[in-house]
Nanobody
């Protein structure tokens, strides 16, 4: 069982930046693909970004490409999401997730955090 705890959410103005962090309990953290998803008000959960296990290959939703950066530290069991040039449509609960294999963008990850709220004011 992998426990994931997100932090770093908050209120930011349009154009501002936030850095989300996710800490994992699993000592074999490097065996997991890590992803970030978000769910806005009255919206379905959507893929934001993911990073592969060892090489750190990154994947992004088109809506965040060029503005968000995902990174991981396998020694510290953490994965971060740096969010720049935030837009009001970025208001959502952001979730960290982990999976052993499979598609990085599909929502059927094995483990999920409780989420952290991000609000972007216009």
């Amino acid at each position: 069982q992998v426990q994931l705890v997100e932090s770093g959410g908050g209120l930011v103005q349009t154009g501002g930046s936030l850095r989300l962090s996710c800490a994992a309990s699993e000592r074999t953290f490097g065996n997991y693909i890590m992803g970030w998803f978000r769910q806005g008000p009255r919206q379905e959960r959507e893929f934001v970004a993911a990073i592969s296990k060892i090489r750190g290959t990154t994947y992004y939703a088109d809506s965040v490409k060029g503005r968000f950066t995902i990174s991981r530290d396998n020694a510290k069991n953490t994965v971060d999401l740096q969010m720049n040039m935030l837009k009001p449509e970025g208001t959502a609960v952001y979730y960290c997730a982990a999976r052993r294999g499979g598609s990085y963008a599909e929502g059927d990850y094995d483990y999920w955090g409780q989420g952290t709220q991000v609000r972007v004011s216009s």
